[in-house]
T-cell receptor, first 116, second 109 residues
Framework: EPEVTQTPSHQVTQMGQEVILRCVPISNHLYFYWYRQILGQKVEFLVS????????KSEIFDDQFSVERPDGSNFTLKIRSTKLEDSAMYFC??????????????FGPGTRLTVL | KNEVEQSPQNLTAQEGEFITINCSYS?????LHWLQQHPGGGIVSLFMLSSGKKKHGRLIATINIQEKHSSLHITASHPRDSAVYICAVAGGGADGLTFGKGTHLIIQP
């Protein structure tokens, strides 16, 4: 069964460093998403991506964040200068079409980011 | 902006009991998702509902669009059902899901 994969599973970095989280969405899916979950809190939407551009972003997704689809399979989230409060689990998801049209989202296993 | 509320926040039950988890939301939606999150952190999609009722094995999900309310039921609960169950909604022209805080379910043998 096709699945969304994410690497690495755990990333430890120093405050101020850049990190890139990687995701491989399901191959025939067109919409890609990043979510984050700070420990003990609810999952929050960061950004959606379609047709090689950002479709929607939340207020959390500020200038330190960027997303890219560098090739036909990978979807990346870059955090330019990490802060302590960026420590969280980051989930990638993909769907066949836009979520507002009621399509199921498939989630990756997550990357746990720890900023020291 | 949609507000998603789940109840209860925590639920401990004995194996075999019938479980109900509730979700309410404030703004009209295109779909409601029930998700399961295990201690390792991964999220698995259980159901996506736009109307009515869906059943998968021992899990049943219902939604009442007029009342902006959904329920997730687990019949003949088992310790392996222990997890966090999350309600999330889609719609209002937004791509991203809006999540509830989750219900932490523990089924004791």
């Amino acid at each position: 069964e096709p699945e969304v994969t994410q690497t690495p599973s755990h990333q430890v970095t120093q405050m101020g460093q850049e990190v890139i989280l990687r995701c491989v969405p399901i191959s025939n899916h067109l919409y890609f998403y990043w979510y984050r979950q700070i420990l003990g809190q609810k999952v929050e939407f960061l950004v959606s991506f379609y047709n090689n551009e950002i479709s929607e972003k939340s207020e959390i997704f500020d200038d330190q964040f960027s997303v890219e689809r560098p090739d036909g399979s990978n979807f990346t989230l870059k955090i330019r200068s990490t802060k302590l409060e960026d420590s969280a689990m980051y989930f990638c998801a993909s769907s066949e079409a836009a979520n507002r049209l009621a399509y199921e989202q498939f989630f990756g296993p997550g990357t746990r980011l720890t900023v020291l | 902006k949609n507000e998603v509320e789940q109840s209860p926040q925590n639920l401990t039950a004995q194996e075999g009991e019938f479980i109900t988890i509730n979700c309410s939301y404030s703004v009209g939606i295109s779909a409601l998702h029930w998700l399961q999150q295990h201690p390792g952190g991964g999220i698995v999609s259980l159901f996506m509902l736009s109307s009515g009722k869906k059943k998968h094995g021992r899990l049943i999900a219902t939604i009442n669009i007029q009342e902006k309310h959904s329920s997730l039921h687990i019949t003949a609960s088992h310790p392996r059902d222990s997890a966090v169950y999350i309600c999330a909604v889609a719609g209002g022209g937004a791509d991203g899901l809006t999540f509830g805080k989750g219900t932490h379910l523990i089924i004791q043998p």
